[in-house]
């Protein structure tokens, strides 16, 4: 763990981290998260859908483009050029599990890219499922893992 934050400086004031001097290396992350719905839904998923249409393949979108426009949500975010964005949804008998994989090659980890995809992603099956379920809660958004840059792999 490092000793410090790193997007303050000495003052106390946030600050974007300057990455320039940073090597360009291949870097991967990889979320998940988990959004708690009823057994109607999980019903409505596995079988007919729910009425306001595909929500796994809007969910799958929609955490594919809040991916990209993370620097746009969380103030301190490098822009990246993302190499590729992966969103698997599996619908569980309680919940719909997201895992989301980002890659990018760069001079900083896509870490916030994959968590702001699962959260994105599970905002947009609540938002599709709300109608049938408005207790569907969206939890255990975490990161399993990362790789490449100076600070090496970290594995959940």
């Keep these: 763990m490092a000793d410090k934050l790193t997007h303050v400086d ?21 979320a998940a998260g988990r959004v708690l719905v009823s057994d109607e839904v999980v019903g409505l998923l596995r079988g007919a859908g729910v009425p306001k249409g595909d929500t796994l393949a809007v969910a ?4 594919i483009m809040g991916a990209k426009q993370t620097p746009s949500l969380i103030p301190l975010c490098h822009p990246l050029a993302l190499s590729s964005v992966a969103v698997d949804l599996v619908v569980a008998d309680d919940a719909v599990e997201i895992i989301a994989t980002v890659r990018t090659t760069d001079r900083t980890g896509v870490e916030m890219e994959a968590l702001t995809a699962v959260a994105v992603t599970g905002l947009t099956v609540i938002d599709m499922v709300k109608a049938v379920d408005k207790r569907a809660v969206i939890t255990d958004v975490r990161l399993l893992a990362k790789s490449g840059g100076k600070s090496g792999d970290f594995r959940r």
Aim: charged share 30%.
């Design 10 to 30: 000495e003052s106390g004031a946030a600050r974007m981290v300057d990455v320039s001097g940073k090597d360009v290396t291949a870097r991967e992350a990889v």
């Design 60 to 63: 799958r979108l929609a955490g």
